[in-house]
């Protein structure tokens, strides 16, 4: 048998169950080195593209995520060997050091991850070492899922409706019951000394709401098959009714993965033999597994996502600079309360229920017309969840200019998306307490209440809340005048180019 160790490298795949990378090189009877490298404040070397930093929350979270690892890889007889460079340097330092003449990965589909990979394996088979990688990310790889013609998918539906044609998921590995770590190994770097925990503690209220690791999230799956399966399609766009899964920072960092999620949805369908609306709720909770397959296709074949109109009529749009609309927005001292309680959810959590995060994002593009860039930057460093594709394609979508978008002309009225989707203010009062006291009818729309019930409420408009920054009927009068300028300068540009 061989005796050289193989490298086993975590990235975007921070769990032992279901992680082929890991299962493999277990299953080869090799010692094994577990690595993680952090190589966030050092330069690319040799043109090797960097992927993109992590933002404050997302690193607040790698942080735990990372010690949990080590604790899960210790529970099986390994552990975590941090080290901190350049992927490319600090890989080549372990080989030497080790005689390992094999790395594992489970691959990543960011534009910069990707090539890196590519370069990374003609690089180490230059010297011998095989870079092997597998899929632990995604239920389907984005080149799996094809049009009849062999292209890309830019509208959902067919996609999905392609996707669950490939057949069956594969079911999920299990973890490892033991692995031998080759003694060999450096010893590495603390896990302090990446950084990633704030030096001051402003991460009180994530921490109170989670727990990075895979352990909480398969409790998050538990908990929500147990009591919110059955009632997720009519319920999940109430964000005070908060019945959603909450595992987008856990699926985010890999630490469960989606076909452990497929087949536990699929078993409760059958073991329980769901029918009518509680099966139809199950499929429309594996739709949304969907959405986020759809984002890491489209940013697959258009790599350009994160950092271009993917309509590129869009590019010719006006936008507004607007730095007192963009502090008011993150602050959440708009004046809209629907709006205002999402932005300081976020804020104080880490975290945005679904519904909020399309309103507060078409607010900044719509109302403001401040540019979709500028949104997802400032969601990239605040959420937990925070993801290369889901969160680009997720922006552009809002403001139009993406595959399969909502149309630019369709803005969201703020009052009324707060009255419809959390009628009995139950979000808004959590998030915005100051207008705690409104009475139902006036608490999407203070500035609507006489100056008795404001009173009686303790709000001072203008002092304890404020008014709105922009009117709405002026604000749409505004965007829809831009949109049509758009128009009669490049073309329609509300229909994707080439809708599939
Ligand atoms: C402007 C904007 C930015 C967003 N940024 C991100 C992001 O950075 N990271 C992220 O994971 N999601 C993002 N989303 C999608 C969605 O809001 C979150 O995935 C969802 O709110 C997470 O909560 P949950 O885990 O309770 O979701 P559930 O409703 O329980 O859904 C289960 C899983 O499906 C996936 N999912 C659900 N909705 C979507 C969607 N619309 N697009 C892609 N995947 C989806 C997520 O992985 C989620 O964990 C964004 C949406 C918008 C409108």
């Known amino acids: 048998m061989n005796d050289r160790p193989s490298v086993v490298w975590f990235r975007q795949d921070l769990r032992i169950a279901d992680n082929p990378a890991l299962h493999r090189a277990a299953s080869s009877g090799r010692r094994l080195i577990c690595v993680y490298i952090?190589?966030?404040?050092?330069?690319?070397?040799?043109?090797?593209?960097?992927?993109?930093?992590?933002?404050?929350?997302?690193?607040?979270?790698?942080?735990?995520?990372?010690?949990?690892?080590?604790?899960?890889?210790?529970?099986?007889?390994?552990?975590?060997?941090?080290?901190?460079?350049?992927?490319?340097?600090?890989?080549?330092?372990?080989?030497?050091?080790?005689?390992?003449?094999?790395?594992?990965?489970?691959?990543?589909?960011?534009?910069?991850?990707?090539?890196?990979d590519r370069m990374l394996t003609e690089r180490l088979a230059a010297r011998g070492v095989r870079l092997l990688s597998h899929n632990a990310l995604l239920l389907h790889e984005p080149w799996t899922v094809r049009t009849r013609t062999g292209g890309p998918y830019q509208v959902f539906t067919p996609f999905w409706r392609a996707a669950r044609a490939l057949g069956q998921v594969p079911a999920p590995l299990p973890a490892p019951a033991q692995i031998d770590m080759a003694g060999t190994a450096p010893a590495g770097v603390p896990?302090?000394?990446?950084?990633?925990?704030?030096?001051?503690?402003?991460?009180?209220?994530?921490?109170?709401?989670?727990?990075?690791?895979?352990?909480?999230?398969?409790?998050?799956?538990?908990?929500?098959?147990?009591?919110?399966?059955?009632?997720?399609?009519?319920?999940?766009?109430?964000?005070?009714?908060?019945?959603?899964?909450?595992?987008?920072?856990?699926?985010?960092?890999?630490?469960?993965?989606?076909?452990?999620?497929?087949?536990?949805?699929?078993?409760?369908?059958?073991?329980?033999?769901?029918?009518?609306?509680?099966?139809?709720?199950?499929?429309?909770?594996?739709?949304?597994?969907?959405?986020?397959?759809?984002?890491?296709?489209?940013?697959?074949?258009?790599?350009?996502?994160?950092?271009?109109?993917?309509?590129?009529?869009?590019?010719?749009?006006?936008?507004?600079?607007?730095p007192a609309g963009l502090a008011a927005w993150q602050r959440g001292l708009t004046g809209y309360p629907i709006v205002d309680a999402g932005m300081r959810q976020l804020w104080q959590t880490g975290w945005m229920h679904n519904r909020v995060r399309m309103v507060t994002a078409s607010f900044l593009v719509k109302h403001l017309m401040i540019y979709w860039a500028t949104g997802e930057a400032w969601f990239w460093d605040t959420l937990v969840d925070a993801d290369p594709a889901s969160n680009t394609a997720s922006w552009q979508w809002?403001?139009?200019?993406?595959?399969?978008?909502?149309?630019?002309?369709?803005?969201?009225?703020?009052?009324?998306?707060?009255?419809?989707?959390?009628?009995?203010?139950?979000y808004v009062r959590r998030f915005v307490p100051e207008l705690a006291r409104l009475p139902d009818r006036f608490l999407h729309k203070p500035w609507t209440a006489p100056a008795s019930v404001l009173t009686a409420a303790g709000v001072t408009l203008g002092t304890t809340y404020p008014h709105p920054i922009v009117d709405h009927a002026h604000a749409r009068d505004r965007a829809l005048a831009a949109f049509a300028g758009l128009r009669a300068t490049t073309g329609p540009a509300d229909t994707p180019a080439a809708a599939l």
Request: with cysteine; glycine share 10%.
């Open 38 to 116: 952090h190589e966030d404040d050092d330069p690319a070397v040799e043109g090797m593209p960097s992927p993109r930093k992590p933002g404050g929350a997302a690193r607040w979270w790698l942080h735990h995520a990372l010690a949990a690892l080590d604790q899960d890889l210790r529970a099986i007889g390994g552990h975590l060997l941090y080290l901190k460079g350049p992927a490319a340097v600090e890989l080549d330092r372990l080989i030497d050091r080790t005689g390992a003449d094999c790395v594992l990965v489970n691959r990543v589909y960011d534009p910069e991850g990707a090539a890196r």
């Open 398 to 426: 809002v403001a139009g200019t993406g595959a399969d978008a909502a149309p630019y002309f369709r803005i969201f009225n703020p009052v009324l998306q707060g009255e419809r989707f959390d009628a009995d203010g139950r």
């Open 191 to 322: 896990l302090a000394a990446f950084g990633l925990a704030p030096v001051i503690d402003w991460a009180g209220g994530i921490a109170r709401d989670w727990t990075p690791g895979s352990a909480d999230g398969r409790r998050r799956l538990g908990d929500f098959l147990d009591r919110h399966l059955p009632d997720y399609k009519s319920d999940r766009d109430h964000p005070g009714a908060d019945i959603t899964s909450r595992l987008s920072p856990h699926l985010r960092f890999g630490e469960i993965g989606p076909r452990t999620i497929w087949h536990a949805v699929h078993h409760r369908i059958e073991a329980e033999g769901l029918s009518g609306p509680a099966r139809a709720s199950a499929q429309g909770f594996l739709g949304e597994l969907g959405w986020r397959e759809f984002s890491y296709h489209l940013l697959h074949h258009f790599p350009h996502l994160p950092t271009r109109n993917l309509k590129h009529q869009f590019d010719a749009f006006p936008w507004r600079d607007d």
